[in-house]
């Protein structure tokens, strides 16, 4: 295999007395052919409705509090899997804003915690026992002390595709890039989707919501410094 994306085979002839040896390049399927490798879709209010009614009708309590956390808290899948009920409560009573750090940047960022997430959490601390140094979102699988990350996209592709929605264009970041979108076509605060992203330069937020510069530019002129 060359740098060039071949993959390459040698075969040998003979011609007389003279051996020959040619080499023989076979150009290599690109490994994100057919696939969407871009930025993955936020959710829109009704769809976000639309999955939390299935959970609440299934009643799947530790999704339904994943879900709603994973919206309100807006962390990488890293952060939230490993989220410890310290982290998001006083004892068994859950907190209205958290802070943690980011295991990326090692910044704090903080988030709030609405009342239908501290709700869907009350009822999983109940369900599963949780106490205050438990891990939030156990893993069903033995040998994991908690959810995993890989464990988590593939709930999140659950969720997608039980509305019908194209699992190739949403996954872990759908959830972390939700709340922002909305809150930034409601305000076109693109400071306040910063902080609440954790991010800690403007243009990180520009590119990860994927505002329009110029339109990003009009937001930042009207915002003083």
């Known amino acids: 295999f060359n740098m060039c994306g071949h993959s390459s085979t040698s075969t040998k002839y003979e011609r007389g007395d003279t051996m020959y040896q040619i080499t023989v390049y076979r150009k290599k399927e690109p490994w994100n052919k057919n696939k969407l490798v871009g930025q993955k879709l936020p959710l829109k209010l009704q769809q976000i409705w639309a999955i939390r009614i299935r959970l609440e009708l299934a009643d799947n309590v530790r999704d339904l509090a994943l879900f709603n956390l994973a919206i309100d808290s807006k962390l990488r899948g890293c952060d939230l899997v490993s989220l410890r009920l310290r982290d998001i409560a006083h004892g068994l009573s859950v907190q209205s804003r958290a802070m943690v750090v980011q295991q990326k940047t090692g910044q704090p960022v903080q ?23 438990d891990f939030v979102f156990k893993s069903r699988v ?28 949403y996954g872990t970041h759908t959830m972390r890039r939700t709340k922002p979108s909305l809150i930034y076509k409601k305000t076109k605060n ?3 989707c910063q902080l609440l992203l954790g991010h800690t330069k403007l243009e990180s937020t520009v590119r990860y919501l994927g505002i329009e510069v110029d339109d990003a530019l009009e937001v930042s002129e009207g915002i003083d410094s």
């Not at 988030?111 to 140094?133: A, M």
């Not at 994991?144 to 264009?169: A, E, F, K, M, P």
Request: proline share 0%; aromatic share 6%; charged share 20%.
């Open 111 to 133: 988030f709030e915690i609405t009342k239908n997430t501290s709700e869907s959490i009350s009822q999983l601390i109940q369900h599963d026992q949780l106490t205050s140094s």
């Open 190 to 192: 693109l400071r306040a």
């Open 142 to 169: 033995k040998a994991s002390v908690h959810l995993s990350t890989r464990q988590y996209n593939r709930i999140v592709d659950h969720w997608v595709g039980s509305i019908n929605l194209d699992v190739t264009q």
